[in-house]
């Protein structure tokens, strides 16, 4: 599974359709919507979390610019603070991607930036707040 974080920006000549839908039904991804301003007749901007096959997510990609949605990737900085992770393994259970898993048999908690899709739940549960997830929140 493939999943990033995406600012899409609707012009008026396809704010009103059902871009996503589309997504969804023809490219079979799914979506968390984060974002979204929507105004009809003149423009909209979302910002999701996109997540499907590679393959389907390429083509879904090509699909959103070829209707003429502007797409930018949202830039992420994901970092795990060594010193003060003291291993429980709570952010473990509320990773959606498998990012943050504990390796067996020597019961560490393991980090692989290249699955995390940002989404801070681990920064929330993390009680030594050793998770720093940052989001380039200039593109939102």
Do not use: W
């Given at each position: 599974?493939?999943?990033?974080?995406?600012?899409?920006?609707?012009?008026?000549?396809?704010?009103?359709?059902?871009?996503?839908?589309?997504?969804?039904?023809?490219?079979?991804?799914?979506?968390?919507?984060?974002?979204?301003?929507?105004y009809p007749?003149?423009?909209?901007?979302?910002?999701?979390?996109?997540?499907?096959?590679?393959?389907?997510?390429?083509?879904?990609?090509?699909?959103?610019?070829?209707?003429?949605?502007?797409?930018?990737?949202?830039?992420?900085?994901?970092?795990?603070?060594?010193?003060?992770?003291?291993?429980?393994?709570?952010?473990?259970?509320?990773?959606?991607?498998?990012?943050l898993?504990?390796?067996?048999?020597?019961?560490?908690?393991?980090?692989?930036?290249?699955?995390?899709?940002?989404?801070?739940?681990?920064?929330?549960?993390?009680?030594?707040?050793?998770?720093?997830?940052?989001?380039?929140?200039?593109?939102?």
């Amino acid at each position: 599974m493939h999943t990033e974080m995406l600012v899409m920006r609707f012009g008026r000549e396809v704010v009103d359709k059902p871009i996503i839908y589309r997504l969804v039904k023809d490219y079979d991804l799914e979506f968390n919507l984060l974002k979204a301003t929507i105004y009809p007749q003149k423009e909209g901007i979302i910002v999701m979390e996109l997540k499907g096959h590679p393959t389907n997510f390429r083509k879904g990609l090509k699909y959103l610019r070829d209707s003429k949605v502007q797409v930018k990737r949202v830039a992420r900085q994901v970092r795990r603070n060594e010193e003060r992770c003291y291993q429980c393994g709570t952010c473990t259970a509320v990773c959606p991607t498998g990012a943050l898993y504990v390796e067996r048999p020597e019961m560490s908690v393991a980090f692989e930036a290249g699955k995390c899709s940002a989404c801070e739940l681990c920064c929330v549960v993390c009680p030594a707040k050793a998770m720093e997830v940052r989001l380039d929140r200039s593109a939102l």
